[in-house]
Nanobody, 120 residues
Framework: VQLQAFGGGLVQAGRSLRLVCVAS????????MGWYRQAPGKQRELVSL???????NYANSVKGRFTVSRDNAKNAMYLQMSSLNPEDTGVYHC???????????????WGQGTQVTVSS
């Protein structure tokens, strides 16, 4: 199983970006999926979570600006980021709780991260 995150880039403050995370390989089911970010010199922090049924959670710092969604048929998760500010700069990683068959427990896989840089 592999997770790939892409869609990052360099944008000016106030603009938008859309991140994509896609899982591939032998996948039976995906439970929770999440976006995390790590700014230079800081610890990785949770940005948003989305459950298989669609319920979502957001960090207070991104509420009202970021929207997470998923397409279960495509094993994909998206993060629409609007009104970006320099504090949103960091490497954005995705993760997913994946079962590779109906018998084994789920395992949390991580993507490699995509850089988001917001200039003032």
């Amino acid at each position: 199983v592999q997770l790939q995150a892409f869609g990052g880039g360099l944008v000016q403050a106030g603009r938008s970006l859309r991140l994509v995370c896609v899982a591939s390989g032998t996948i039976f089911s995906i439970r929770n999926m999440g976006w995390y970010r790590q700014a230079p010199g800081k610890q990785r922090e949770l940005v948003s979570l989305i459950a298989s049924g669609g319920s979502t959670n957001y960090a207070n710092s991104v509420k009202g600006r970021f929207t997470v969604s998923r397409d279960n048929a495509k094993n994909a998760m998206y993060l629409q980021m609007s009104s970006l500010n320099p504090e949103d700069t960091g490497v954005y990683h995705c993760n997913a709780d994946i079962k590779t068959n109906p018998i084994v427990s789920s395992y949390t896989y991580w993507g490699q991260g995509t850089q988001v840089t917001v200039s003032s």
